[in-house]
């Protein structure tokens, strides 16, 4: 169908060099749209542009820190440089870090606060900052366009261990109901802006934690495989459904929303 075409379209992927962003840019570009592959990895974001320009698509990368509002704003010009116009933005930059990280036998009352501050502003605040900046952008452009946030289960379901995690993902959700309103009674129906909830897939953040060098689940990992009712993690390409479709026309009418792409997890009690 037309509608779920991305054809011509400019699309910001902050976090593109991460293994979730491989999946995000390359759907993008099978749909038609020419993603823009934002990271601080400036080695990783040319070689997936170029692997998609020898395909015969269009890519361009981009380096930058998403924390880092010059970085932004260099990265905003030289996409209009290239491209005259932005259609959409994916705000995928995130993870946890190890200081955030709440480890079983760890005082509750002593935790790294620090730590915790860290990664909401690299979740938070590295979705925020981007879209002040690539959000004006889109905001200029006639034919409006689509904004996508990446929240978590850890905000809908207690995680053990990834307290800041959980609490940034949370503000993602709300943050995203927020903006999408005020979006909506300025703009009407020119900008959206709607999240995806993945549920538990594999990337360099979380491999170790639930997996062993041989591939096999950790404790960690088995929990969370018997709590999801597909009995597997997801693949990374599994979520370029709902991203198409959310960056697409054929969502013309959603806004504020959250989309769990989860195998069950979050519906599941566990008995």
Known sequence: MADFSLNGKVIVVTGGTGILGKSFVQGIA??????CILGR?????????????????????????????NDLVNAKDEVLKHFGKIDGLVNAAGGNIPEAI???DADLFNLNMDG??????????????????????????????????????ASQR?????????????????????FA?????????LIRMNAIAPGFFLTE?????????DGSYTERGNLVV????????????????????????????VTGTVINVDGGFSIFSGV
């Open 30 to 35: 099978q749909a038609g749209g020419i993603p």
């Open 41 to 69: 990895n400036e080695a990783v974001a040319n070689e997936r542009a170029s692997e998609i320009i020898a395909a015969g698509g269009k890519a361009l990368a981009l380096k930058a820190d998403v924390t880092n509002e």
């Open 102 to 104: 709440v480890q079983p």
């Open 116 to 153: 915790l501050r860290k990664v909401v502003e690299l979740n938070l605040f590295g979705t925020v900052l981007p879209t002040q900046i690539f959000g004006a952008a889109i905001a200029q452009n006639s034919t409006g366009g689509s904004i996508v946030n990446i929240s978590s289960m």
């Open 158 to 178: 207690a995680i053990t261990r990834v307290l800041g995690y959980s609490l940034a993902k949370s503000a993602i959700d709300s943050y995203t109901k927020w």
């Open 181 to 189: 309103m005020e979006l909506g009674n300025r703009y009407k129906d």
């Open 205 to 213: 953040l979380n491999r170790t934690l639930l997996t062993n060098s």
């Open 226 to 253: 018997t709590h999801t009712p597909f009995k597997r993690l997801g693949d990374a390409d599994e979520l370029i459904g709902a991203l198409v479709w959310l960056l697409s026309d054929a969502s013309k009418f």
